[in-house]
């Protein structure tokens, strides 16, 4: 079964830092591009950043330019989103999926809920 | 950026009715035009890709339509499962957009 599995939200204190995982399941994890889009509470769906297959590319949404980064270990089959300087408007469901701009977003995790608050 | 400007923002429909959504992009995307279903408390599931293809496992009832700047998706005798949020979704660009969301509701 295909299936990626989002981990590592939590509580945080503005301006702390979390890293988010995405572990990849069922398919061939090193042949496709991975993205995180992200949803805030009662708010629609917001493109955060995606990665190549290979790793190198990477592409950013501007708002999130220089606190978050975006890696990926083929050998563990997983994606990581790095997020720093964490304000209250970072506080929503990360949501990772198969997919960018080579082929559709067609498989998505169940998300992972990052809350920032003092 | 490409925008996406989804109408209406709420459809308000019966059982067995047909839904049509619509999605208009501010510049051209091909067909690169997907749309998404999201039920409450449930991570997006893609229904619709390259703007009339259907995804794995999704039921006929559901088509897409259009390119270039304006989409469609039609939604043939609305099933209880189907009264949720569809997204359409832009690839053709970075950075990747969404449009705003269309509530479908039982009337």
């Known amino acids: 079964e295909v299936q990626l599995v989002e981990s590592g939200g939590d509580l945080i204190q503005p301006g702390g830092s979390l890293r988010l995982s995405c572990a990849a399941s069922?398919?061939?994890?090193?042949?496709?591009?991975m993205t995180w889009v992200r949803q805030a509470p009662g708010k629609g769906l917001e493109w955060v950043s995606s990665i190549g297959s290979a790793g190198v590319s990477k592409y950013y949404a501007d708002f999130v330019k220089g606190q978050f980064t975006i890696s990926r270990d083929n050998s563990k089959n997983t994606a990581y989103l790095q997020m720093n300087s964490l304000t209250a408007e970072d506080t929503a469901i990360y949501y990772c999926a198969r997919g960018a701009m080579s082929t559709t977003m067609d498989v998505w995790g169940k998300g992972t809920t990052v809350t920032v608050s003092a | 950026e490409i925008v996406l400007t989804q109408s209406p923002a709420t459809l308000s429909l019966s059982p067995g009715e047909r839904a049509t959504l619509s999605c208009r992009a501010s510049q051209s995307v091909s067909s690169y035009l997907a749309w998404y279903q999201q039920r409450p408390g449930q991570a997006p599931r893609l229904l619709i890709y390259?703007?009339?293809k259907r995804a794995t496992g999704i039921p006929g009832r559901f088509s897409g339509s259009g390119s270039g700047t304006d989409f469609a998706l039609t939604i043939n005798s609305l099933e209880p499962e189907d009264f949720a949020v569809y997204y359409c979704?832009?690839?053709?660009?970075?950075?990747?957009?969404f449009g705003g969301g269309t509530k479908v509701e039982i009337k």
């Open positions: 979704h832009q690839r053709n660009s970075w950075p990747l957009t």
């Open positions: 069922g398919f061939t994890y090193n042949n496709y591009a």
């Open positions: 390259d703007a009339s």
